[in-house]
């Protein structure tokens, strides 16, 4: 049956979270405060890089765009999840929700494929140590970082054209914010084909990047197994731990959303992961980045110490 036949859905009703009570005024009041410390930490990251000279090197200026693309796709979802928090079942206008669907989508390929650059610049520091910062020059780290903001954005065309074309006989999405699954439940015609293409486009950029970022670290276990001392080998894994927990968060939750069997995201449950990717990876990513990092550590003193002296 053709589109024109159907009634064009103007408006979309985000079910959200519906606690009540006691719990509601918890419920946003954690959100709230982990929203305000994910914008503060990511924040000072990228101030701390800009600020230390210590800290210009690729591997925190990847770093510190990184932390730039968590505040904005941190901002992305929590207010419309604050929203259906503090009011319940909160409309959204149809142009906004598609619009937020996009950008969301960009934002996270785009982080998709920074954390594949991220996991060549360890191994070429690891890898191929002499040649390093011929290889990774300031202006390869500009043209690594705008590719991958490209490539996210252009992507995410695919998936977010598609479902801003469909028609839409109900508007109530079971989510906090507009996402694929929960949009394409409301369409008035079969979205199989839809799903498909969906997941060819998410699961093959996503897989390629991990696929990518496995076999590098695999050519950095086998490059630091040849370090002669045990310190040389604790040290230059450790520089690879924290990007190793970031992918580990990011990669699982969203192939468990996106690719993962229908089951897992029945029930309301593929809200709750979501949360794992769109909310609490942004917030402990300056935190896994800066904990037990003494760089990082010495940076804030330095910078703590040339504040002083100015106030002084």
Same mark, same amino acid.
């Given at each position: 049956?053709?589109?024109?036949?159907?009634?064009?859905?103007?408006?979309?009703?985000?079910?959200?979270?519906?606690?009540?009570?006691? !719990?509601? &005024?918890? $419920? =946003?009041?954690?959100? #709230?405060? =982990?929203?305000?410390?994910?914008? $503060?930490?990511?924040?000072?990251?990228?101030?701390?890089?800009?600020?230390?000279?210590?800290?210009?090197?690729?591997?925190?200026?990847?770093?510190?765009?990184?932390?730039?693309?968590?505040?904005?796709?941190?901002?992305?979802?929590?207010?419309?999840?604050? &929203?259906? #928090? !503090?009011?319940?079942?909160?409309?959204?206008?149809?142009?906004?929700?598609?619009?937020? *669907?996009?950008?969301?989508?960009? *934002?996270?390929?785009?982080?998709?494929?920074? *954390?594949?650059?991220?996991?060549?610049?360890?191994?070429?520091? =690891?890898?191929?140590?002499?040649?390093?910062?011929?290889?990774?020059?300031?202006?390869?780290?500009?043209?690594?970082?705008?590719?991958?903001?490209?490539?996210?954005?252009?992507?995410?065309?695919?998936?977010?054209?598609?479902?801003?074309? #469909?028609?839409?006989?109900?508007?109530?999405?079971?989510?906090?914010?507009?996402?694929?699954?929960?949009?394409?439940?409301?369409?008035?015609?079969?979205?199989?084909?839809?799903?498909?293409?969906?997941?060819?486009?998410?699961?093959?950029?996503?897989?390629?990047?991990?696929?990518?970022?496995?076999?590098?670290?695999?050519?950095?276990?086998?490059?630091?197994?040849?370090?002669?001392?045990?310190?040389?080998?604790?040290? $230059?894994?450790?520089?690879?731990?924290?990007?190793?927990?970031?992918?580990?968060?990011?990669?699982?939750?969203?192939?468990?959303?996106?690719?993962?069997?229908?089951?897992?995201? $029945?029930?309301?449950?593929?809200?709750? =992961?979501?949360?794992?990717?769109?909310?609490?990876?942004?917030?402990?990513?300056?935190?896994?980045?800066?904990?037990?990092?003494?760089?990082?550590?010495?940076?804030?003193?330095?910078?703590?110490?040339?504040?002083?002296? !100015?106030?002084?």
């Amino acid at each position: 049956m053709d589109h024109v036949n159907y009634t064009w859905t103007q408006t979309f009703i985000l079910a959200g979270f519906t606690p009540t009570g006691t !719990l509601q &005024h918890l $419920a =946003i009041f954690g959100t #709230l405060c =982990i929203y305000l410390l994910t914008l $503060a930490g990511n924040l000072f990251i990228i101030i701390l890089v800009q600020a230390d000279s210590g800290l210009s090197t690729p591997m925190y200026f990847f770093i510190s765009v990184l932390s730039f693309l968590e505040l904005w796709y941190v901002s992305t979802t929590v207010p419309t999840l604050l &929203h259906t #928090l !503090l009011h319940g079942h909160s409309p959204i206008p149809s142009a906004a929700c598609f619009f937020q *669907l996009y950008v969301f989508h960009s *934002l996270g390929m785009t982080e998709c494929y920074l *954390l594949g650059v991220m996991a060549l610049d360890r191994y070429l520091a =690891i890898c191929r140590p002499l040649h390093y910062h011929a290889l990774m020059s300031r202006q390869v780290q500009l043209r690594l970082v705008g590719v991958t903001w490209v490539a996210g954005f252009s992507a995410a065309l695919v998936p977010a054209s598609l479902t801003a074309t #469909l028609p839409y006989c109900l508007e109530e999405v079971a989510h906090y914010f507009c996402d694929l699954a929960p949009l394409m439940q409301l369409a008035c015609v079969d979205t199989s084909w839809h799903a498909q293409v969906y997941i060819v486009v998410i699961g093959v950029i996503n897989t390629c990047n991990l696929v990518l970022i496995l076999t590098l670290y695999g050519g950095i276990v086998k490059s630091v197994l040849k370090l002669p001392s045990a310190a040389s080998r604790a040290k $230059a894994f450790s520089t690879c731990s924290s990007h190793i927990t970031v992918v580990t968060l990011f990669f699982g939750s969203a192939f468990i959303v996106y690719v993962g069997p229908p089951d897992i995201r $029945a029930e309301g449950r593929g809200k709750l =992961i979501a949360l794992v990717y769109t909310f609490l990876t942004p917030f402990l990513n300056p935190i896994i980045y800066t904990l037990r990092n003494k760089e990082v550590k010495e940076a804030v003193k330095r910078v703590s110490q040339r504040v002083k002296a !100015l106030l002084n």
